[in-house]
């Protein structure tokens, strides 16, 4: 494509947008632009999940921060594989899981 032939090919962009050449969006288009726009968030896992606030000694969140970081997973994926371990029963309740 030549120089004259770009120009002629993009010529409708030079122009602005006129409202007026406009129209509204189907319900199909609507949908499809509410999806383009709808932020990413977290993957849906079970029955979705729940924030919560949980209060842990200091000393504690650092070794599991550690441990997390060690294998490589976040501080909340280490808490849901203890919490599916003690409610498995392979983790005895109110042991001591590491000694300080």
Same mark, same amino acid.
Request: charged content about 30%; hydrophobic content about 45%; cysteine-free.
């Given at each position: 494509m030549n120089a004259e032939e770009l120009a002629a090919a993009t010529a409708e962009f030079d122009e602005e947008m006129a409202? @007026? *050449? @406009? *129209? @509204?969006l189907t319900s199909a #288009?609507? *949908?499809?632009?509410? #999806?383009a726009r709808?932020?990413?968030? $977290?993957? *849906?896992? /079970?029955?979705?999940v729940k924030v919560i606030s949980v209060s842990v000694e200091r000393r504690?969140? @650092?070794k599991s921060?550690?441990?997390?970081s060690r294998l490589g997973i976040s501080r909340a994926a280490l808490i849901e $594989? /203890?919490?599916?371990?003690v409610l498995a029963g392979r983790v005895?309740? /109110?042991a001591e899981v590491a000694s300080d």
């Amino acid at each position: 494509m030549n120089a004259e032939e770009l120009a002629a090919a993009t010529a409708e962009f030079d122009e602005e947008m006129a409202i @007026s *050449r @406009s *129209r @509204s969006l189907t319900s199909a #288009e609507r *949908r499809t632009w509410q #999806e383009a726009r709808r932020k990413p968030g $977290r993957p *849906r896992r /079970g029955a979705g999940v729940k924030v919560i606030s949980v209060s842990v000694e200091r000393r504690l969140l @650092s070794k599991s921060d550690a441990l997390a970081s060690r294998l490589g997973i976040s501080r909340a994926a280490l808490i849901e $594989r /203890g919490l599916r371990l003690v409610l498995a029963g392979r983790v005895a309740a /109110g042991a001591e899981v590491a000694s300080d």
